[in-house]
Structures are given as C-alpha cells and as structure tokens.
C-alpha cells in the first residue's frame, strides 16, 4: 500500500494516445497499444501517467472539444480497452490520471446542440448566452491568434454565446446548479472505473462575473472545493491536478487549505528555466521561487519542461516574453498565440549537456516532475504542422518504418527523420542499447531521485555562490539532505562552498570531492550538474 500523500514523490508522464503506440495498425495510437508500452514505462520509474483526452469528439481542439463524457473516441478503442489498460497500469504499480475538461464542451455534444436550437430546453442553460457581445469585456482572449471575441453569434440560438477558446468550444454555464450536478457525475464515473484522479483542464475560467476578467472567482473556488470534498468522502487516495496558467499567489488559491487541489503545474518556473539556461544566470529561476508561496502540508506542485501545448509565455514580461521570442523562436512559424510551439530538445539545440541540466533542474527543484512523452528520448518537433500537432508526433520506439508506432502504411502525422533529429539515433531500442545516452541518463536521474525523499518531500535553501551562473540550493528532509550545482553556462565555472564533513559524493555518477576546512572547491564543466550528498 503506498501512501495516501504519493503524488508528493512521484514521477508523472504525460501521454498523448494518438502518438503513443497503434496497436490496431490504422495509423492512430490507441489504449491497447499504450497498454502494450506500460513495461516502458515502469522500466523508466513512471509512477503516475496523465491521459490527454480520449473521448468522442470532433477533435477541433485535439479532443479538449467533448462530445460525450462517459465513452472513448473509437479512434482510441473501447470502454473495455480503457478498463484493462487501468487493469495492467495498476498491476504494474502505474497510476492513471485522465483529462477533466470542465470548463466547455465540444459543439457538437448534444447538450449544446439542444440548448442552442430551443429556449424551452432543460439544456438551455447550459452554456451562457447573450443578446451581446459586450458582456465581460474585462476578460481577455486566450487563443489570440484565432479568435476575436470570447462570444461567437449563434443563428440557431439567435444570440451570442461564451467560450474561452476556440469558437467550437462553448463555456459550460456553472450558475446552473445542474451543470455542476453533471460534472460531479462526470467525476464519478471515472473514479468508479478506477482513474486515479484528473488533470483539470482551464479551471480559472468556470464563472463569469460582470466588472471582473472572469478568472480564479470565489464561486469557482468554491465549486472546486466541492469537487474536493465529493473525492475526499469517497474516493481518498484519488488526485485533483490543477491546470492554472497564473501567477503564483493565484494557483496558491488553487489549493486552498488542503481542501481543493492536491497538485497545481508550475506556470511561472517553467519559462524560467529556458530563460536561466539561455542566459547562463540563475536569478530568473530563483526569482520565480522566490515569488512562489509556501503551501499547505499535503499539497504538490507539479513540475515540467514541455507539454502538449506552446511552451507558454503567459507568466513572463512583455519584455521578457519579446526576448524568450527572438532566442527560442526565431522563426514566426515557432509562435503560437503567446507562446513557442517547439518540444524540449530543439529548444535546447539539441545539445544533450543542455537538455539533461534541465533534467537536473527538473528532478531537482520542489514539486512531482511530469515528462512529456517523447521528451525523455529528445524527440524534434515540426513546425509545419498546424497548431500544436507539431509537438504531437508519433513516439519513436525505433529507427523502422513508422518509428515502431505503427504497422500502417499512412499515419496520423509523419516520424520526425531529418538531418538534427535522425531517427537513427532518436529512438528508444537505440537509446536503450546505448549507454549515457538521454534515455539513460534520465533512467538514472528517476531511479537515483526515487532513493532521496529529500527531493520529493524535502524543503529548499537556495545558497548565493560566488558565481549566478550556477543555481546552487540543497534540499533537506528529516536526516536526507543533497546539495545540487547546476551550470548553467556555457563556460566551466568554479564554485566555493561552505560544507561541512570530509568530502561529498555526486551520487549520480559515484565520484567524490573532496572538502577542505569546510571549504569545498569545485570546477564545473559547461552546463554540468552534479547532485552532491555527504560522503557515507
Ligand atoms: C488547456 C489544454 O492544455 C489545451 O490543449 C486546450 O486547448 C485548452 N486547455 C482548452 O481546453
């Protein structure tokens, strides 16, 4: 039995059915074929896998559009396949969290397509119409590169209606007391069939109030916490993951007393990081944990690098955000609304050193980390794709036809093969027979993090060196303490630290340092990184 609190210390990942595994050979990923991966998984000490959406939908927004909350997209299999994937996961130790996409629904689901069509439904007031498009002015819009105004004309409604996204998605009205009633039986469902929890998907924007910019209001709070209590009660060991792009102090809400959500991403540190690593300057990743509340005792941040959508530029500067632009999307086609459609290793140019000192920052910093699948292989991306589908592309198990994702002759997007991103060596066969490689390397990092609860439930004491260029804290829990050095320049740098004790060990790699009157002196290499522990 582990823990009710293990989503404190575990290691997610984030899957996109579509591109993981095709098991039916018709081109598109499916359950049957992630099921077949799980032994992957474990063997890279996933602990917690996030689902993007699997259900019917006409996939205008990649199935955040829903059309039905209670079935599977056939695209994906059947409500058996997603029975015995949770069956295998669960046998193997591997939990499953599935999208909870509470804020809009798809057009096309009946419930929208009755409410618009007639007044005297009981679906009417499901979704927030208006005679104009004046309401709520004060809320800004989301996919700026899309759309023009949060409401979209309805000629069979004969009034405007709300929605946060694209106009295929219209918001939810939850002053409807039975909207709310619907989505706490959405809920119910999953955990019935045994999900493990959600990722909630856009929770700031479930009210609108007039005079407001409609994000994180106390009725959404409060309809949250409703949720929270109805898993508490009856499904305990169960995790709410909040999907919130704000500041710190507002996710901090997000939580409330340990009474809302267990786990919140962290919005603002995310882009810190590339900024840190562009810059060879620690300040902007200790200024963003700096900003960063305390939290109450059973709450977790979740930590992450890349994910499905723009690396978001939301929670920077106009300044900063102009600057993130011209490093890391020099290219228009790379932007996307205020973000960078690009994954983690082109990011990075594809340079291991850089690619695995974010790995350390990312294993090493305070939260649970997520990894996005593909990512822990270095997989490229392809811009000309549109939206996002650029950083959805199928996962590369090895350098056969289709990468091993698929039998089929045509597949959902093409394998990424090009003279930076070889599928030769972009792969998980060749990455596995190769030793240091990525995949390699960050199997060791999980394993090695799995041995130190310092880094899962340990707290953070950033120490000032001689040199910004290397973010240097240690993390402490009970008698479990490490001190982390990350270069993150590309020049070598020499540190000087107060330690005590004879000398300390890098316990990734076994080699020690030596500590001299409690000084300890070290010469890093260009973006190395070393996770030091006393010597045993
Ligand atoms: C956030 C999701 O991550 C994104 O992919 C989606 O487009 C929006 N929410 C709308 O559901």
Known sequence: MSPPDWYKNAIFYEVYVRAFRDSHG???GDLQGLTQKLDYLKDLGVDCLWLMPIYP???KDDGYDIADYYGIHPDYGTLDDFKSLLKAAH???????????????SDQHPWFQASRREKTSRYRDYYVWSDTDKKYSDARIIFVDTERSNWTWDSAAGQYYWHRFYSSQPDLNYDNPAVRAEMLNVMKFWLDLGVDGFRADAVPYLFEREGTNCENLAETHSYLKELRRYIDKHYPDRILLCEANQWPRDVRAYFGEDDEFHMAFHFPLMPRVFMSIRRGDSEPIH??????????????WCTFLRNHDELTLEMVSEEDRQWMWKEYAPDPRMRLNLGIRRRLAPLLDNDQRKIELAYSLLFT????????????IGMG????????NGV????QWDDSANAGFSEAKDIFAPVIDNSMFRLRDVNVASQKAKPNSLLQTIQKMIAVRKKHSAL???????????????AAYSRTHKKDRLFVLNNLSDSKQTVHMDVAGRSLTDILRNKIFPVTNDQLQIELEPYEYLWLETTK
């Open 365 to 376: 910093l305070p939260g649970s980390p997520i990894i996005y699948y593909g990512d822990e």
């Open 57 to 59: 939908s006409p996939l």
């Open 287 to 300: 200024w963003a944990l700096e900003q960063t509340p305390p939290i109450p005792p059973n709450s977790q």
């Open 381 to 388: 991306d392809n811009i000309s794709l549109h939206d996002r």
């Open 392 to 395: 959805r592309t199928p996962m």
């Open 26 to 28: 018709d081109g598109h």
């Open 91 to 105: 046998a193997r130790g591997i939990r499953i969290i599935t999208d909870l996409v509470l804020n809009h629904t």
């Open 456 to 470: 899962g439930y340990g707290y953070l004491t950033w120490h000032n060196l001689n040199t910004r260029a290397v």
